[in-house]
């Protein structure tokens, strides 16, 4: 619902000269076929090219109809039609950097032209240049001040700034100029949605449509609104009326669909039936066109499994699929490609971007284009992760892309698609031949439908609040338009029921749906100081919420789902009612998985009936609260690598049946059939683990190297411990250790949230964030730190280390000039890679990549790189690797004196830096400061265990000091981390025969 900024100003343009209509004709007909063939035969007439290129772009030939209006502009430079025609097409290519530069073009021959001053504000605020975007429509208004669009084009770059007041001014404006402007109306609607005046914005999107009603989002945005609003049914209809406008709006169809979901009007037979017109409407016309699947039919190879999705950022999606996907990687026999979908990237991203082998961003590939990428991957089984949810790729799914293609997680109900051939489930959400005629699909059963990993930032269970108060608190956190006014009327039963319980009402998005939600209890007779409401917060502080509740209260028909399984972590059970649809049994589903069979109600009688119940025992609640951590860790949701494994086996079922050539039929999955079976028991076995314990070997195994036993048991204990501060910390470096930056950033995160406090952790994170690419964020985090009086040296050299990041990005020399300089490198060109990295610096004097190349390129010939390793030192003064690397260049050169100044200059900028304590205690041992190396060294192993090199130095220096049991511990040490070093074999050997003991360690010194 972002404000769309006007363009469509009437054109105010130039007339070429042109050549005779007979002529123009010849030369259009023979160049639309092949302009590149023709272009050399067309006479110079800069309005032949001219049209040719409108002709061209309107046929979709983007590149031909580029080159023909790049033609007319060298035949007539002053040409401002055929500078607007190229910068037109390459604003709607997405190149707006081109684009603002082929419009500011065209002002140069005519500043006051209206239209070029809009196109130019577009660019620029398409590109998010939004103050050069208000100076061009400021200008606009300079030259036509009751010009509607300058006004409702001020008022978006207003809006995109944050300052709402003068931009609802701007559009009111637009509005006085032209009451049927349909942009400024959308606008403005969208700014009183965001201002929570929701009634004010169904108005203006209602105008929006009046006016324009091929506007899509303002269809969108009416219906969504609706439906915020608990107005259902009118959601439903808004969604109909725009699909009668516009039957190929098949995102509009999706949306009433989810609609229909959430209706409790709608019986199952009629909700089937809808989803099957989707089918019909936008995969009949495609199945002729369907591809002959050419995947070779061998029951036991690899399979490629395809996974699309729009929800793989900070999304209960990717908390879902998420874990899976990390067991599912230790499946030999499969490969997974992701086509990822996201209009957010974020760290969720980039973690799952480091756990798949293939990954694709497709959410600007047109559904054909993103079939034909499927196809060309060789996929075997496309699994879909959205279904009729926002962003989804189901008209793509609808071309058949892959031989077998499955819906799972996403949206509970059928796509309506014959070409999906599995819907991914359980037996507690779809009971056998319960479900199965609402599912174009076939029912594939897992061990559970989805797994449940909790929060790192969730607080530990507080004791019930009944047992203070005396009375029962019911509660709700589910999203707010799942309440209708029929499940107000079914919460005020149950308590005019139970008159000395209380509700809190939690997750509420607004004021104004807080006061209709309190209007409907006033109507039931509920009165106000029996109820409490809060607006939607952060998740730590609604995962807190809890502890004011005894008993949460399920919506209907949609019921809960993942706030059903935070509200069990938290200790929290769930009343539910089960229904006749997939929606309407989530919630009784999971409630199902952990036993608790008594707060699941069969209609709205019983509901009552066990509330009831449920309210007058108290310490039964009290006991079970204790309890429900383990039960949902000892039930299938909670064991993610079990799910894997039913997933695996039944991947490798349903293609075994396609290669037989059976048709896809309903079954259940045997996890103990995969060959991720083993790691699954293994993983339950975990969940009884001593945390204490287990910690203290976690650590012994870490330091000695043992990082596979390391792994299991961090993991093990964050099983147990979501939060625990320590195992998430050490994880996060051990995935660093191992070369993982990526997947380290989760564990870091939550050791830090876990003890804000704990400087080392803020640390660590943020060198996490950096190794990762992310120094803004970074650099966000320590300066939060700071802030909050963690002001020390480590905080102010970290956070040096990130700014300079920060300036190298702005300074950064482009991708590919960068990449030209990594192919010389690998090809061994130095010479070649010095001239080019001589150009770098000359181009870009302020870029420590350059002269880092330059440096490197002149090493790497044994030529003098000292003076470029000056000059990076120069440039970013409080970088501590600047002086480390310039260190190592003086120690290359013989000058340990020089060395020893830099590297002191490093650890003075940052104090933790492991490899400039390494190469300083090197230093010293050259110029025989032993006790000094020996120093150094040691700090360099403590601060990084896994520093292989350090270890061996550490070690050489003790055995030249007679310090043999020491030098005998840190060669081992050394070994560990790198086994098949055959000199630190020898090197052991020696120290270990100087002890005597050569042979009964059986180490060779041969």
Same mark, same amino acid.
């Given at each position: ?56 772009? $309107? ?45 500011? &073009? ?12 809009? *196109? ?27 010009? $509607? ?58 105008? +929006? ?70 089918? *019909?409407?936008? !995969? ?50 499969? !490969? ?12 969720? /991203? ?15 590939? #047109? ?191 949609? +019921? ?78 909670? %064991? ?25 039929? $309903? ?35 870490? %330091?000695?190297?043992?990082?596979? *036993? ?24 051990? $995935? ?18 876990? @003890?804000?406090? @704990? ?33 020390? #040296?480590?905080?102010?050299? &970290? ?8 300036? @190298? ?64 030192? %120069? ?51 050259? /110029? ?16 990084? #265990? ?48 100087? %002890? ?11």
């Amino acid at each position: 619902m972002r404000p769309k900024f006007a363009s469509s100003v009437p054109p105010r343009q130039r007339q070429l000269p042109s050549v005779t209509k007979r002529q123009a004709d010849q030369a259009i007909d023979a160049a639309l076929a092949d302009y590149q063939a023709a272009q050399a035969t067309l006479p110079a007439d800069a309005a032949i090219h001219l049209s040719i290129g409108m002709a061209l772009q $309107a046929m979709d030939k983007l590149a031909d109809a580029e080159a023909a209006y790049r033609h007319a502009v060298r035949l007539s430079p002053s040409s401002l039609q055929a500078w607007s025609k190229l910068a037109e097409l390459q604003a709607r290519s997405g190149r707006h950097d081109e684009a603002i530069a082929s419009y500011q &073009a065209a002002l140069a021959l005519d500043a006051s032209n209206v239209q070029t001053l809009n *196109e130019l504000g577009n660019a620029l605020q398409a590109a998010g240049r939004l103050d050069e975007a208000m100076a061009a429509y400021r200008q606009m208004q300079a030259i036509a001040p009751e010009h $509607a669009h300058a006004h409702n084009n001020i008022g978006s770059v207003l809006q995109a700034q944050g300052q709402i007041e003068q931009a609802v001014q701007h559009y009111r404006r637009a509005l006085a100029i032209d009451p049927h402007f349909a942009s400024a109306h959308f606008n403005l609607g969208t700014v009183q949605l965001l201002l929570e005046k929701l009634d004010d914005s169904l108005i203006h999107f209602s105008h +929006t449509i009046e006016n324009d009603p091929q506007f899509y989002a303002a269809h969108n945005n009416l219906s969504a609104t609706l439906s915020k609003l608990g107005r259902i049914d009118e959601a439903v209809a808004a969604c109909r009326h725009a699909i009668g406008i516009n039957p190929a709006w098949n995102e509009m169809y999706s949306n009433m669909l989810f609609a229909l979901t959430h209706s409790a009007g709608t019986d199952p037979a009629t909700l089937f039936r809808e989803h099957q017109g989707y089918g *019909e409407q936008f !995969e009949t016309p495609l199945r002729a066109l369907w591809p002959r699947h050419r995947n070779l039919p061998d029951p036991q190879r690899v399979l490629r499994i395809g996974i699309v999705s729009a929800d793989l950022n900070n999304h209960a999606m990717a908390n879902f699929i998420t874990p899976v996907l990390e067991n599912l990687m230790h499946a030999a026999r499969l !490969e997974v490609v992701v086509y990822c979908n996201n209009k957010v990237n974020d760290h969720i /991203t980039a973690h799952l971007r480091a756990v798949v082998g293939r990954w694709h961003d497709v959410q600007d590939l #047109p559904d054909d284009a993103l079939a034909q990428l499927i196809g060309q991957d060789g996929i075997d089984i496309l699994i879909d992760l959205s279904g009729h949810t926002g962003y989804n790729r189901l008209p793509a799914f609808a071309r058949k892309p892959a031989p077998l293609q499955a819906t799972w997680m996403g949206y509970p109900m059928t796509t309506g698609l014959q070409s999906m051939d599995y819907y991914l489930t359980d037996r507690h959400f779809s009971p056998p031949g319960l479900l199965d005629d609402q599912f174009t699909e076939k029912l594939l059963l897992l061990p559970a439908c989805a797994p449940y990993v909790p929060s790192p930032e969730a607080p530990a269970i507080s004791p019930a609040p009944a047992l203070a108060s005396g009375h029962v608190t019911f509660g709700s956190f589910n999203r707010a338009n799942k309440i209708s006014r029929d499940v107000v009327a079914r919460w005020s039963g149950l308590l005019r029921a139970v008159p000395s319980a209380s509700m809190l009402v939690a997750g509420m998005p607004s004021e104004q749906i807080t006061q209709m939600l309190r209007g409907w209890f006033e109507q039931e007779g509920i009165a106000a100081e029996r109820l409490s409401f809060h607006a939607v917060t952060d998740i730590q502080t609604y995962l807190a919420m809890h502890r004011l509740v005894d008993v949460c209260v399920d919506t209907w028909p949609y +019921t809960g789902g993942t706030t059903t399984l935070h509200a069990l972590w938290m200790g929290v059970p769930t009343l539910t009612m089960v229904g006749q649809t997939l929606p309407s049994r989530v919630g009784a589903a999971i409630l199902g998985h952990l036993d608790l069979a008594q707060f699941i109600a069969q209609d709205q009688a019983d509901f009552i009936r066990k509330g009831v119940a449920i309210a007058s025992d108290i310490a039964g609640l009290a006991r079970l609260r204790t309890t429900m951590r383990a039960r949902l860790n000892n039930s299938a949701a909670g %064991q993610p690598a079990l799910i894997a494994a039913g997933l695996e086996n039944a991947l490798r079922t349903m293609w075994q049946r396609w290669c037989a050539g059976l048709p896809a039929a $309903a079954f259940e999955a045997d996890p103990a059939q995969s060959s991720l079976a083993q790691r699954a028991a293994s993983m339950k076995a975990l969940h009884s683990v001593n945390v204490d314990t287990a910690l203290v070997l976690a650590i012994e195994h870490h %330091q000695a190297g043992r990082f596979v *036993e390391a792994e299991t048991l961090y993991l093990a204990i964050i099983h147990r411990q979501p939060q625990h501060a320590i195992a998430n910390h050490n994880m996060g470096l051990l $995935a660093g250790q191992l070369g993982y930056p990526d997947k380290a950033l989760p564990y870091l995160r939550a050791a830090m949230l876990s @003890e804000p406090g @704990e400087v080392q952790f803020i640390l660590s994170y943020a060198q996490g964030l950096l190794q990762s690419a992310q120094a803004a964020a970074a650099a966000e985090v320590l300066e939060n730190a700071i802030g909050r009086g963690f002001d020390t #040296p480590d905080m102010q050299a &970290a956070l040096a280390r990130a700014q300079r990041a920060l300036q @190298e990005a702005v300074d950064s020399v482009p991708d590919a000039s960068a990449s030209h300089i990594a192919e010389l490198y690998h090809a061994g060109l130095h010479a070649e890679m010095e001239l080019a990295a001589h150009a770098l610096v000359a181009q870009y004097p302020a870029a420590v990549f350059a002269w880092s190349v330059l440096g490197t390129a002149l090493q790497l010939q044994g030529k003098d790189a000292v003076p470029a390793l000056e000059q990076i030192v %120069q440039l970013a003064p409080g970088d501590a690797q600047a002086h480390g690397n310039l260190g190592n260049a003086w120690q290359g050169a013989g000058n340990h004196a020089a060395a020893i100044a830099c590297y002191l200059r490093a650890l003075e900028l940052d104090p933790g830096f492991a490899e400039v304590h390494g190469n300083l205690g090197s230093a010293r041992h050259a /110029t025989g400061d032993m006790a000094g190396a020996a120093a150094s060294l040691r700090e360099a192993v403590l601060i990084d #265990p896994g520093y292989a090199l350090a270890h061996a130095n550490l070690a050489t220096v003790l055995a030249e000091t007679g310090d043999l049991p020491g030098a005998a511990e840190h060669y081992r040490l050394a070994l560990a981390l790198v086994p098949d070093d055959a000199q630190l074999h020898r090197e052991l050997g020696a120290v270990l025969q100087r %002890q005597g003991l050569a042979q009964g360690d059986g180490f060779s010194t041969t």
